[in-house]
C-alpha cells in the first residue's frame, strides 16, 4: 500500500513571495504519477499539477513548479509570486499508473491523498 | 467543468437511520469513486466503479455500500448511519484506461452530512 505524508499542517506566507509544500510517499511502485490539488473555501477540488514519475524533469504550470525526487520519494511544490486567491487546503496524492490491457492490472486511478497543508497568503 | 453533480449537497440524519447520496455524471466516463474527507486524513477512497455494475472497496469501505446500475450514476449507501460517518463526502470520475487520460480525475461539489 501506498502512504503520502504531508508534514506541515499550516503555512503562511506574504503576498507576492514564494513558499515551498512538503510532502513525501511511500511506495514500491516504479510507475506512477503524483498530484498536487488545491482546495479553496469553496470546496471545490483542483488540479494544480501533474508529475510521472518516469519523466525527470520538474512539472511546471505557470507560478507552480515541482520538485520531484523520486530516490528520496519526496514531491515539494513551490508557489511563486503568491496570491491572495493561492489561499486553500493543498493535498499532495499518489496514484499508480494503469496498465493498459493487462487482465487485472490496471490502477482505476486511484488516489491516495497526503493530509493536506493549509496555505494563508497575507496581503 | 466536468458534468459532475452530487445530492444532496447537505444533509442531516440521525443515527441509525439509512442514508444514500448521489453522484451523477454527463461526461460519460468509465471509472467513478467515493471519498470521504476529514481533518487530519485528507481524502479517503471509499468504494470504487471501473464500470457498470463493477465495483470494488476502497480504502475505508466498512459501513458503506454502493451501486452503479447505469454509466451516470454512482450511489454510496449507509445501511445505518453512524457518527463516525459525520464527513464531507466526494464523488469523482476518470475515463478509462484504455483513453490513456484515466489520470485525470473530477470532483464533484460534495456533499456534507451529519450524523447526530
Known amino acids: 500500500a501506498q502512504t503520502v505524508t504531508q508534514s506541515q499542517p499550516e503555512m503562511s506566507v506574504q503576498e507576492a513571495e514564494t513558499v515551498t509544500l512538503s510532502c513525501t510517499y511511500d511506495t514500491s511502485e516504479n510507475n506512477y504519477y503524483l498530484f498536487w490539488y488545491k482546495q479553496p473555501p469553496s470546496r471545490q477540488m483542483i488540479l494544480v499539477i501533474r508529475?510521472?514519475?518516469?519523466?525527470?524533469q520538474n512539472a511546471t504550470e505557470n507560478r507552480f513548479s515541482v520538485n520531484f525526487q523520486k530516490a528520496a520519494k519526496s514531491f515539494s511544490l513551490k508557489i511563486s509570486d503568491s496570491q491572495l486567491g493561492d489561499t486553500a487546503m493543498y493535498f499532495c496524492?499518489?496514484?499508480?499508473?494503469?496498465?493498459?490491457?493487462?487482465?487485472?492490472?490496471?490502477?482505476?486511478?486511484?488516489?491516495?491523498f497526503g493530509q493536506g497543508t493549509i496555505l494563508t497568503v497575507h496581503p | 467543468d466536468a458534468g459532475i453533480t452530487q445530492s444532496p449537497r447537505h444533509k442531516v440524519t440521525e443515527t441509525g437511520t439509512p442514508v444514500t447520496l448521489r453522484c451523477h455524471q454527463t461526461e460519460n466516463h468509465r471509472y467513478m469513486y467515493w471519498y470521504r474527507q476529514d481533518p487530519g486524513h485528507g481524502l479517503r477512497l471509499i468504494h470504487y466503479s471501473y464500470g457498470v455494475k463493477d465495483t470494488d472497496k476502497g480504502e475505508v469501505s466498512d459501513g458503506y455500500s454502493v451501486s452503479r446500475s447505469k454509466t451516470e450514476d454512482f450511489l454510496l449507501t449507509l445501511e445505518s448511519a453512524t457518527s463516525s460517518q459525520t464527513s464531507v463526502y466526494f464523488c469523482a470520475i476518470s475515463d478509462s484506461a484504455w483513453s490513456g487520460r484515466y489520470y485525470e480525475q473530477y470532483f464533484g461539489p460534495g456533499t456534507r452530512l451529519t450524523v447526530t
Open positions: 496524492a499518489f496514484m499508480k499508473h494503469g496498465v493498459k490491457g493487462a487482465a487485472g492490472g490496471t490502477s482505476y486511478g486511484k488516489l491516495t
Open positions: 508529475q510521472e514519475a518516469y519523466k525527470q
